[in-house]
């Protein structure tokens, strides 16, 4: 029986799936204060940068991956204008309705689209942008979610990556320690849920450092694979391009 991790659990794939789920379920009406309080706002500044590297143009296509609350669907559709589009997707229902209504309280209509990274219900080629902003974490299966956004994408187009990574060393007991103390009370205070931001703390420690993500991209066909460290390595965006 294969298994995957959860945190610093191994469960099965079947057993992820629904814990994940459980997780933003749980936090789903709180996500946007506890970024704020966790990141101390850094997370908009990290999301704004993503959305400049990423060179959008008017008329442009984009899906946004795990897009949760909305923030990156926003940015982006600043971006393209009223001739683009811009998708948002996430496969957690409780997310995906509150990225929809802040969109509309925004006055932007973004279409919504529950579905799973692993297995895209788009056609091929059909995308200019393809991003995913601090979810790729939580796919059980990495591999098979970049192989569907290097198969939706237009030739000319890039992924974007944006997740948590691995801190420059020096600052790596300090940062353990805000993650596996002050995580979890905060989440306990103000979510009413520990062990969701404490599963936080854990997957980020699971999840491959810059260079082993890159290699995955190549591997799943992405060109000229670069990454950019933010806020030292707290954060990296990862670029892949189609050619």
């Known amino acids: 029986m294969s298994t995957t991790d959860f945190g610093y659990q191994e469960v099965s794939p079947e057993e992820k799936g629904r814990?994940?789920?459980?997780?933003?379920?749980?936090?789903?009406?709180?996500?946007?204060?506890?970024?704020?309080?966790?990141s101390a706002g850094m997370h908009r500044w990290w999301?704004?940068?993503?959305?400049?590297?990423?060179?959008l143009r008017q008329g442009d296509r984009v899906l946004d991956l795990a897009g949760g609350t909305g923030d990156m669907a926003r940015?982006?559709?600043?971006?393209?204008?009223?001739?683009?589009?811009?998708?948002?997707?996430?496969?957690?229902?409780?997310?995906?309705?509150?990225?929809?209504?802040?969109?509309?309280?925004?006055?932007?209509?973004?279409?919504a689209v529950q579905c799973d990274a692993e297995s895209l219900p788009f056609p091929g080629a059909t995308f200019d942008r393809v991003t995913i902003a601090f979810g790729l974490r939580n796919v059980t299966y990495k591999e098979r979610a970049l192989r569907e956004m290097r198969r939706v994408l237009r030739p000319g187009g890039a992924a974007l990556v944006l997740e948590f990574s691995r801190v420059w060393e020096p600052l790596?007991?300090?940062?353990?320690?805000?993650?596996?103390?002050?995580?979890?009370?905060?989440?306990?205070?103000?979510?009413?849920?520990?062990?969701?931001?404490?599963?936080?703390?854990?997957?980020?420690?699971?999840?491959?450092?810059?260079?082993?993500?890159?290699?995955?991209?190549?591997?799943?066909?992405?060109e000229a694979v670069e990454y950019h460290n933010l806020s030292a390595g707290v954060v990296a965006l990862h670029i892949g391009r189609v050619y």
Request: aromatic content about 10%.
């Open 19 to 38: 814990r994940v789920r459980g997780v933003f379920d749980s936090v789903a009406s709180r996500y946007d204060l506890m970024n704020d309080l966790m």
């Open 47 to 55: 999301k704004r940068y993503a959305c400049g590297v990423a060179h």
């Open 75 to 111: 940015l982006f559709a600043r971006e393209v204008g009223p001739t683009g589009a811009v998708v948002l997707s996430d496969i957690n229902g409780a997310m995906l309705a509150q990225g929809r209504d802040k969109l509309l309280d925004a006055g932007l209509h973004v279409p």
């Open 172 to 222: 790596a007991p300090l940062y353990d320690w805000y993650s596996f103390n002050v995580l979890p009370l905060l989440g306990r205070l103000v979510a009413g849920d520990a062990d969701s931001y404490r599963y936080l703390a854990e997957s980020i420690r699971r999840h491959p450092d810059q260079p082993t993500l890159s290699s995955m991209m190549e591997q799943a066909g992405f």
